[in-house]
């Protein structure tokens, strides 16, 4: 009775499922979803290039 959130089913499973949280109405939100973002002159371009790169690699 506090508000609404809206999260992705992934990050909420367990909470849904001990009934802690409910679905207010029928929206579901896919899987985990990671952005990346940055000035396109940021001073360390390098390395989150690298880091987006790794990140990429393991998901």
């Given amino acids: 009775g506090q508000g609404i959130g ?3 089913d992934v ?4 909470e849904l499922a001990a ?12 899987g985990y979803r990671f952005y990346v973002v ?5 001073p360390r371009e390098k390395t989150i290039q690298a880091f987006a790169t790794w ?3 393991v998901l």
Avoid: G, K, W, Y
């Fill in 6 to 8: 809206i999260f992705s």
């Fill in 11 to 14: 990050l909420v499973a367990r």
């Fill in 19 to 30: 009934r802690t949280l409910v679905r207010p109405f029928n929206l579901c939100l896919p």
């Fill in 38 to 42: 940055r000035t396109t002159d940021h």
């Fill in 55 to 57: 990140l990429q690699s």
